[in-house]
């Protein structure tokens, strides 16, 4: 079946440091691929997503490329904030599937 | 819009009682999905509703979980005999339809501790 991979389970940084959390996907079909975001007493929310190969998702400084060769939507951001600390989960959804498959989660914590 | 709207935000129930969690989907919104949420497991998927029809409860522990959605401005996760291994975030979540490209919409939770 259907599958996301999320290798980091913590990733902590300082500020202005560049971000990049990995995410492969395994998928029968071609999927839409989406990055959420989770701060601490919220639900996740929507980050940005993708659909095509080599489309490009992007969201408050945070980018994603879509790689069906790599199989591949890692996140990155040039510069992060205290304001990031948050869980990041990858995702996936296909068109014969309704169901939204998850990753693990990677939590971003930001030291001042 | 006041989003996806989840009561209690927490609950704590002592072990073998029941445990009844809300949820109000956003208006408009055709299908409503439950998760629960652990540090150990992550986010799993419980049950699926769509314009109020149950479609899918492959998540869902049979033998002491049931969901309902009796009209579709809320749904309910009920728990009965609930056990430590209970505790946990449970998240409801709604979407316009469903398709690959759907954003889907969470509530805040309900966070559930069994003592």
């Known amino acids: 079946g259907d599958s996301v991979t999320q290798t980091e389970g913590q990733v902590a940084l300082s500020e202005e440091d560049f971000l990049t959390i990995h995410c492969n996907y395994s998928?029968?079909?071609?999927?839409?691929l989406f990055w959420y975001v989770q701060y601490p007493g919220e639900g996740p929310q929507l980050l940005f997503r993708a659909s095509r190969d080599k489309e490009k998702g992007s969201s408050r400084g945070f980018e994603a490329t879509y790689d069906k060769g790599t199989t591949s939507f890692h996140l990155r951001k040039a510069s992060v904030q205290e304001s990031d600390s948050a869980v990041y989960y990858c995702?996936?959804?296909?068109?014969?599937?309704?169901?939204?498959?998850w990753g693990s989660g990677t939590k971003l914590i930001i030291k001042p | 819009n006041a989003g996806v709207i989840q009561t209690p935000r927490h609950k704590v129930t002592g072990k073998g009682q029941e445990a009844t969690l809300w949820c109000e989907p956003i208006s408009g919104h055709s299908a409503v999905f439950w998760y629960r949420q652990t540090i150990v497991q992550g986010l799993e998927f419980l049950t699926y509703f769509r314009n109020q029809a149950p479609i899918d409860d492959s998540g869902m522990p049979k033998e002491r979980f049931s969901a309902q959605m009796p009209n579709q401005s809320h749904s309910t996760l009920k728990i009965q005999s609930t056990q430590p291994q209970d505790s946990a975030v449970y998240l409801c979540?709604?979407?316009?339809?469903?398709?690959?490209?759907?954003?889907?919409?969470f509530g805040k939770g309900t966070r559930l501790t069994v003592v």
């Open positions: 979540a709604s979407s316009l339809v469903t398709g690959s490209n759907t954003e889907v919409f």
């Open positions: 998928a029968s079909g071609y999927p839409t």
């Open positions: 995702a996936l959804s296909e068109d014969s599937n309704y169901q939204l498959i």
